[in-house]
Nanobody, 117 residues
C-alpha cells in the first residue's frame, strides 16, 4: 500500500520559516519524481516545487528564491524548506510522487500552512 505522509505544517508569522516533510512508503522512492503542490481556498491547485530522480529542481514563480526542495532517498523523504513566508503562501500543501515510465501518481493527504500575524 502506497502512503505519502506530509508533516511540518502549522501557523507561522510573515517572514518566518517552515520545513515540510513528506515520507513515502510502498514505492521505490528513488525512481519517482517528487513534487509539492498547494491549494488555497477558492483557488486551483498549483505546483510549488519539483525535484527529479536525478535531483534537478524547478519552482513556481511565486516561490523562487524563497523555497527549496530536496530529497533524501535513504529516508524515502522529500522536503520543502520555506523561508520569508508571506500571507499569500497560506494553503494546504500536498506532496506528489510520479513515475514517468508507469505514469503512476500518488498524493499525500496534505498539511495546512497558515501565514498570519
Amino acid at each position: 500500500q502506497v502512503q505519502l505522509v506530509e508533516s511540518g505544517g502549522g501557523l507561522v508569522q510573515p517572514v518566518g520559516s517552515l520545513r515540510l516533510s513528506c515520507a513515502a512508503s510502498g514505492i521505490i522512492f528513488s525512481i519517482y519524481a517528487m513534487d509539492w503542490y498547494r491549494q488555497a481556498p477558492g483557488k486551483q491547485r498549483e505546483l510549488v516545487a519539483a525535484i527529479t530522480t536525478g535531483g534537478s529542481t524547478k519552482y513556481g514563480d511565486s516561490v523562487k528564491g524563497r523555497f527549496t526542495i530536496s530529497r533524501d532517498n535513504a529516508k524515502n523523504t522529500v522536503y520543502l524548506q520555506m523561508n520569508s513566508l508571506k500571507p499569500e503562501d497560506t494553503a494546504v500543501y500536498y506532496c506528489n510522487a510520479y513515475n514517468s515510465l508507469s505514469a503512476h501518481s500518488y498524493w499525500g493527504q496534505g498539511t495546512q500552512v497558515t501565514v498570519s500575524t
